[in-house]
């Protein structure tokens, strides 16, 4: 190599030096405002740990989130029965969640509980329009059960019997809120319809599932919202009736097959519960599972 050579190649590794010495921000970092709750430094050290680990866990299945941070809302309660009683999104120019969270839950019952992973599975999608919510509720229902099989927080067996369990009483359901879905979805609040919303939008994308790898497709679901996050998901309407639509023909564009489109139109007008087989859930188990 010659003295030319040599000034290059030293060049390259101070600049590759440099580039290690750079904090560049990391992509949806999760920042936690504990508002006005009284709290302890081991209190408070323990939450961080579990908030770390749910992000950790719902990027290791649908991968990196676009935004360059996640607010999260921590209130403390001593009075609740469950170690997270309560979740919500927070849309905004940084979409974040809110969380209520028992005072005296140990950090092992709180990864054992699914709202924290629900609802960072909600930012992964635009706001939808009110008669499209059984679509995002059972995005972030499929894939909350979806990151704690993949993380080994539930095991397999666990795994079947809450999917069985839940579309049993999404099918139960239909007897008390019957009607088309997407009627049903948009006065999901005044009915109290969630079973039915939640779970038929869960068994919309275990079919999804089933017909990707029918047709050969490289990817899972997981995968296809992956690859939206970097593609589209910052360019997408927010809660305009039309942005359910752009989000499952966009993740049929990346999939090269049209599938979610077809599927989300015969959903959304239906009146029954779709028939899901054990096949299918073993399917999710072979796809998913650790």
Request: aromatic share 10%; net charge positive; hydrophobic share 40%.
């Amino acid at each position: 190599m010659g003295k030319q050579g040599e000034r290059t190649n030293l060049l390259s590794k101070l600049i590759f030096v440099c580039l290690l010495t750079i904090n560049f921000p990391s992509k949806g970092k999760i920042v936690t405002d504990f508002g006005i709750n009284a709290i302890n430094n081991d209190q408070k050290v323990e939450i961080e740990n579990w908030l770390k680990f749910g992000h950790q866990a719902v990027v290791k299945t649908l991968g990196p989130i676009t935004q360059t941070h996640i607010p999260v809302t921590i209130d403390l309660t001593l009075s609740a029965r469950e170690a997270v009683p309560w979740g919500q999104v927070i849309r905004g120019k940084s979409d974040g969640i809110e969380l209520r969270v028992s005072k005296v839950a140990p950090l092992d019952a709180l990864r054992s509980d699914w709202t924290l992973y629900h609802e960072l599975s909600h930012l992964y999608h635009p706001l939808f329009a009110y008669q499209d919510f059984w679509l995002a509720e059972g995005f972030a229902t499929y894939f909350q059960n979806i990151v704690m099989l993949e993380n080994s927080i539930y095991n397999e067996a666990e795994f079947k019997v809450r999917m069985r369990k839940g579309l049993a009483r999404g099918r139960l359901a239909v007897s008390t809120h019957s009607g088309r879905l997407d009627k049903v979805s948009s006065d999901m609040w005044r009915l109290r319809a969630y079973q039915r919303v939640y779970w038929t939008g869960v068994a919309f994308f275990i079919e999804a599932e089933h017909a990707l790898r029918k047709a050969n497709a490289r990817q899972t679901v997981a995968g296809l919202v992956s690859e939206y996050q970097s593609c589209c998901r910052k360019n997408e309407s927010e809660g305009r009736k039309g942005s359910a639509l752009e989000f499952v023909r966009a993740l049929d564009r990346l999939s090269g097959h049209e599938i979610l489109f077809p599927l989300y139109q015969r959903y959304r007008s239906s009146k029954s519960f779709p028939e899901i087989e054990n096949e299918q859930l073993q399917l999710l188990i072979k796809l998913y599972s650790p």
